[in-house]
């Protein structure tokens, strides 16, 4: 079955690390997403990707950094410079051209302390 | 200031109970989507609507956009406990697939 894969599920660092969260999709999208997720404040947009090897910066990019080498993969580093890191990371995926969806993985939950 | 509203922010009702959730933006929505989330898990896509006026149902949801398409408004006939989660919104800037979302409407359902 086709979807999205975002590993691991926890995730735990202690400050001053960074952290790596994967995403691998298997629906041959061309839009790969990052967002997070805070009690009360939604889901705000990180990076996403349109294409492979290009990215751009969303709403609060800053103390996160990308990459796109591969079509299916787009992981998401979480700097030591990332004030709040704490959080619930999604992970998303859409065809491009036209009006679709976005596919979500299930999430990692990463804490810092 | 948050580019779609949704409200309420929160509800508790009881099993067979219908409800209605909205989601405004002060702009043209020119792509609407509903999704559902279970506490720490991802976004279940619902329904996509793009047509003023446009409504369509699925099992005891029912999704409508205004004609303005400036409001959406999600509809959940004789509530079940597995109708419970979180209802977000979410729209495309129409600048080049940038997605955002509603802070989400939290569904407690009592059986």
């Known amino acids: 079955d086709g979807g999205i894969t975002q590993s691991p599920k926890y995730l735990f660092r202690k400050e001053g690390q960074n952290v790596t969260l994967s995403c691998e999709q298997n629906l041959n999208h061309d839009a790969m997403y990052w967002y997070r997720q805070d009690p009360g404040q939604g889901l705000r947009l990180i990076y996403y990707?349109?294409?492979?090897?290009?990215?751009q910066k969303g709403d609060i990019a800053e103390g996160y950094s990308v990459s796109r080498e591969k079509k299916e993969s787009f992981p998401l580093t979480v700097t030591s410079a990332q004030k709040n890191p704490t959080a619930f990371y999604l992970c998303a995926s859409t065809r491009t051209g036209g009006y679709s969806p976005l596919h979500f993985g299930n999430g990692t939950r990463l804490t810092v302390t | 200031s948050q580019e779609l509203e949704q409200s309420p922010q929160s509800l508790i009702v009881q099993e067979g109970k219908n409800l209605t959730i909205n989601c405004t933006s002060s702009?043209?929505?020119?792509?609407l989507y509903w999704y559902k989330q279970k506490y720490g898990e991802g976004l279940i896509f619902l329904m996509m609507?793009?047509?003023?006026?446009e409504e369509k149902s699925h099992e005891k949801i029912t999704a409508k956009l205004d004609e303005k398409k400036q409001q959406s408004s999600l509809h959940i006939t004789a509530s079940q406990p597995s109708h419970a989660g979180i209802y977000l919104c979410?729209?495309?800037?129409?600048?080049?697939?940038?997605?955002?979302f509603g802070t989400g409407t939290s569904l407690t359902v009592i059986p």
């Open positions: 702009k043209t929505l020119y792509g």
């Open positions: 990707s349109q294409i492979v090897n290009d990215f």
């Open positions: 979410g729209a495309d800037r129409n600048t080049g697939n940038q997605f955002y």
């Open positions: 609507l793009q047509k003023g006026g």
